[in-house]
């Protein structure tokens, strides 16, 4: 029986590419289906009741909600191809606490970067900056977070990098100029298909950064 | 030769996040070292092992250190194979994860500014958000001892530690209806199985001195 795997998601998200990064890595066919956030589809209401968010994996008609945790789970029912996550407990520790790191403090300052001003923003500015020093000294010389292959900290992170160009306009300062390192793990990556495939050009989304900021109401 | 496993956890008496821990240890009866913190006197060791977050648990294993509570779970869940905690099948998995994020981010968060805010109308209210939030929780114990299923599970000891043994007593200082029997009949009976188990049982926060410490929180909460 063929596997049905549907993801629901919003093209801008850094969360939802995580997932579809994953996806690809794996090889695996999925029904890709834009949602729209400011007008809640049924099924999204449906297979993510608690949160109401993107992105929803949908996998023989069960959801994983959590892209973190979809990430994972991808891992742990596809688990050919190379794993995300290390063998060795300890590792996998270490590279769940960079991906919690992400989510609890990097993530954050960007929404403060592209949409607050003045002492806000700058706040936003320089706590984004710190992050990523702190996220560039754990990656060092590898060529990936986890050292040689591509894994889940390079997928909980690579999302960001399509946001990059906006929020360097934004904040108005350069991101290889503070973390080169970082900058060129992400080109890296972006020379991976399944990241190739997954993230949107720069561009698009400094474009849509104002258009979202009219529609949430900020100018 | 064996090598003589060395493993030491720093918490805090009071915090549901090192207490989960000793749950799990204990669960697995796996001998370790403890090293009370003082919330407001971090000790050097503390903030040279957690430098970036300088909160506790911290899991110290043959000198490797781990963080974050959630992540320690899984790493003695990986490390020491008796007593699992964590489901073998990924979609069972995934829903722990998903359930227990929701404790440790929403939960907890509606839970303590229900317990800071100083008038009635906010605290209903907070009251109402949480019990809708544990309603999650209610629907997933159906027909189950425990989440884990038979036998303590990785979200037992994650929303044990934080709501029964935690959230509860800080409602209880400030005289806060939120979790009834009628309305949470298997949360009620889930945590009565809960108190039989020796490694949570013996885990468990003194109440009296933990209600006054919950209230001694709620009042900081509200001068800050």
């Known amino acids: 029986m063929a596997d049905e795997v549907i993801l629901l998601d919003y093209w801008p998200s850094m969360f939802g590419m995580r997932t579809r990064v994953a996806l690809e890595e794996k090889n695996i066919k999925f029904d890709y289906r ?7 589809s049924p099924i999204l209401l449906e297979m993510n009741p608690v949160h109401k968010k993107i992105p929803v994996l949908i996998h023989n008609g069960k959801p994983v909600c959590e892209s973190l945790i979809q990430v994972e789970y991808i891992d742990e029912t596809w688990p050919g191809g190379n794993p995300f996550l290390p063998s060795d407990p300890y590792q996998r520790a270490q590279a769940k606490f960079w991906g919690d790191f992400i989510d609890k403090k990097v993530y954050g300052p960007t929404r403060l970067i592209w949409g607050a001003k003045g002492e806000e923003q700058e706040a936003g500015t320089k706590e984004f900056i710190e992050m990523l020093k702190m996220l560039e000294s754990e990656l060092g010389d590898k060529t990936y977070f986890g050292g040689e292959t591509f894994g889940y900290v390079d997928i909980a992170m690579i999302g960001f990098y399509c946001w990059f160009d906006v929020l360097e306009k934004c904040g108005n300062f350069s991101i290889e100029a503070e973390c080169p390192k970082l900058i060129a793990w992400a080109k890296r990556c972006m020379k991976r298909e399944s990241v190739a495939k997954s993230l949107p050009d720069s561009d698009k989304i400094t474009k849509f950064v104002p258009e979202l900021k009219k529609k949430i109401g900020i100018e | ?6 493993v030491k956890l720093l918490g805090i008496w009071a915090s549901p996040f090192s207490r989960r821990i000793e749950m799990a240890l204990k669960l697995k009866g796996i001998p370790y070292d403890y090293v009370e913190e003082i919330l407001e006197h971090k000790s050097p060791l503390l903030l040279a092992l957690n430098p970036i977050h300088k909160k506790v648990p911290v899991l110290v294993h043959n000198g490797k250190t781990i963080l974050e509570s959630q992540v320690i779970l899984e790493y003695i869940d990986e490390t020491w194979k008796q007593s699992p905690i964590l489901p073998q099948d990924p979609y069972e998995r995934s829903k722990a994860r998903f359930l227990a994020k929701l404790v440790d981010e929403q939960i907890i968060t509606a839970g303590f500014v229900s ?19 544990i309603m999650n929780l209610e629907k997933e114990l159906v027909g189950k001892d425990f989440f884990g299923g038979k036998s303590v599970g990785f979200l037992d000891l994650v929303a044990g530690s934080m709501i029964p043994f935690c959230l509860e007593r800080g409602w209880e200082g400030i005289g806060l ?40 929180m709620g009042e900081r909460i509200r001068s800050a």
């Not at chain 1, 834009?34 to 809640?40: A, S, V």
């Not at chain 2, 030769?1 to 060395?6: F, G, I």
């Not at chain 2, 009949?185 to 933990?210: F, G």
Request: glycine share 2%.
């Open chain 2, 1 to 6: 030769m064996a090598e003589k496993e060395e």
């Open chain 2, 177 to 216: 209806k939120v979790i009834t029997e009628e309305k949470f009949p298997e949360y009620s009976r889930w945590v009565k199985n809960l108190e039989k188990v020796e490694a949570v049982k013996d885990c468990i926060p003194p109440r009296e001195k933990h209600v006054e410490h919950m209230n001694y």
């Open chain 1, 34 to 40: 834009e949602q729209d956030l400011f007008n809640k």
């Open chain 2, 115 to 133: 317990m800071a805010r100083a008038d009635e109308k906010g605290r209903e209210a907070l009251a109402e958000q949480t019990r809708e939030l």
